[in-house]
């Protein structure tokens, strides 16, 4: 699930911002999956998703 809503990181240690802002996602997620607009994808499209967007990460911070 990939989110708009981003969490301010001047918000972290204040638990009550980030239960709010976890709340808000859960739902958004809910709302998705209850209107037909989720997308599950298995665990292994799921790893070789994060490899991807893990080894698209090393190399943009190579070039730095």
């Known amino acids: 699930m ?3 809503m981003a969490f ?3 918000k972290k240690d204040d638990p009550i911002s980030h239960d709010t802002w ?6 958004a997620a809910f709302d998705r ?3 037909g607009l989720a997308v ?3 665990n ?3 790893n070789a998703q994060m490899d991807d967007f893990k080894a698209k990460i090393r ?4 070039n730095l």
């Not at 976890?22 to 739902?27: A, D, E, G, H, I």
């Not at 190399?59 to 190579?62: A, D, E, I, P, S």
């Open 44 to 46: 292994e499209e799921a």
């Open 59 to 62: 190399v943009r911070n190579k």
């Open 8 to 10: 301010e990181t001047n």
């Open 22 to 27: 976890l709340t808000q996602q859960v739902n």
């Open 2 to 4: 990939t989110s708009k």
């Open 40 to 42: 599950f994808v298995s």
């Open 33 to 35: 999956m209850e209107n």
